[in-house]
């Protein structure tokens, strides 16, 4: 499961009615699936989650190749307009993400999907002139099972 976790953190971000106010339905799993020279005309704001790698944790006395645990990095790019609206979105994913993993049921799809544990850490804001957006990336790097 752990090849998919970005999988997870979409789920997470596509349910949030908090979220669709600011972004409606610009949330994407890889990319937006447009033409680069379409790219710059992609209204902000928007997110974007990332699969940033994965490794395998180890061996075990059960196997002298794959550990029982995976570290996988996921990646949540977010643009907006101005300083403070990028603030709040950012705010409102990192809250986002915490509550869906707190309160996924052991009977729910996700269920298996959802990390172990987590560290996060955030890229600097940065300012893109050619778009123009604020923009920022959240970094998850998750503990999970394979």
Known sequence: MS??????????????A?????????????????????????????IIITFDGMQNEGITK?????????????????TAETREQLGDIAETVRATIL????????????FDLIPVDYTLSSGPISYDALKPCFWQVLSYNCDTTP
Not at 36 to 45: F, G, S
């Open 3 to 16: 090849l998919i976790t970005d999988k997870v953190f979409y789920n997470a971000l596509k349910g949030s």
């Open 99 to 110: 509550s869906y993993f707190e309160n996924t049921e052991d009977t729910d799809d996700d």
């Open 62 to 78: 059960d196997s002298s190749y794959e550990g029982d645990t995976d570290r996988v990095q996921i990646g949540i790019e977010i």
């Open 18 to 46: 908090t979220l669709e106010e600011y972004v409606g339905d610009r949330i994407y799993n890889t990319s937006i699936d447009t033409p680069d020279e379409d790219l710059l005309n992609e209204p902000v704001p928007y």
